[in-house]
């Protein structure tokens, strides 16, 4: 099974640096998926090739995600899960941008099931995908400011007298 996987694995690797090296940042193995790094302005035309390839078929967003690293230079990112029903194959694809330009090209062009993802991912990361149909709030209210899901405020509440760090191993 490991094999075959593997194989799989090189053959979407060797079909994307055919056409898409240098905009590849990078490929790793976690667990037992294949994560793609790619560059923002060129994630739509790698997402639409996945897809088309006759021997990839990656025709399944499984899910669409967004991810927040603030330490790093371009913390805010998109996470995309895929699935190839034909070779029973997933792999993750990354890509990241500026917390100053939280903007990507919208998926419901390749598959209509990014419509609900992305609208969730504005909603709690801030992140506009450009091109979406109806892109707005589904989850918070209209009037809610902020992005619940990124990482700006700290865990706990640094004002507190109350608490007995010993119990927390401080």
Same mark, same amino acid.
């Given at each position: 099974?490991?094999?075959? %996987?593997?194989?799989?694995?090189? #053959?979407?690797?060797?079909?994307?640096?055919?056409? +898409? #090296?240098?905009?590849?940042?990078?490929?790793? %193995?976690?667990?037992?998926?294949?994560?793609?790094?790619?560059? =923002?302005?060129?994630?739509?035309?790698?997402? #639409? $090739?996945?897809?088309?390839?006759? *021997?990839?078929?990656? %025709?399944? /967003?499984?899910? /669409?995600?967004?991810?927040?690293?603030?330490?790093?230079?371009? @913390? /805010?990112?998109?996470?995309?899960?895929?699935?190839?029903?034909?070779?029973?194959? #997933?792999?993750?694809?990354?890509? &990241?941008?500026?917390?100053?330009? @939280? !903007?990507?090209?919208?998926?419901?062009?390749?598959?209509?099931?990014?419509?609900?993802?992305?609208?969730?991912? +504005?909603? $709690? &990361?801030?992140? !506009? $995908?450009?091109?979406?149909?109806?892109?707005?709030?589904?989850?918070?209210?209209?009037?809610?400011?902020? *992005? @619940?899901?990124?990482?700006? &405020?700290?865990?706990?509440?640094?004002?507190?007298?109350? =608490?007995?760090?010993?119990? $927390?191993?401080?």
């Amino acid at each position: 099974m490991f094999v075959v %996987q593997q194989e799989l694995n090189d #053959r979407v690797k060797m079909a994307l640096d055919a056409r +898409f #090296r240098e905009d590849i940042l990078s490929y790793e %193995q976690q667990y037992d998926m294949m994560v793609i790094t790619v560059n =923002k302005k060129c994630i739509n035309e790698i997402l #639409r $090739f996945l897809y088309d390839e006759t *021997f990839l078929k990656f %025709q399944f /967003l499984t899910t /669409l995600c967004g991810i927040h690293y603030p330490e790093s230079d371009k @913390p /805010l990112g998109v996470v995309y899960h895929l699935h190839s029903f034909k070779n029973n194959q #997933r792999i993750r694809i990354k890509t &990241f941008t500026e917390i100053n330009n @939280p !903007v990507f090209p919208t998926a419901t062009n390749i598959w209509k099931t990014a419509n609900w993802m992305e609208r969730e991912t +504005f909603d $709690f &990361f801030g992140l !506009v $995908f450009d091109g979406h149909p109806n892109l707005k709030r589904i989850l918070n209210t209209d009037d809610f400011e902020g *992005f @619940p899901l990124r990482k700006e &405020f700290p865990l706990e509440d640094q004002t507190r007298e109350d =608490k007995n760090n010993s119990m $927390f191993g401080r």
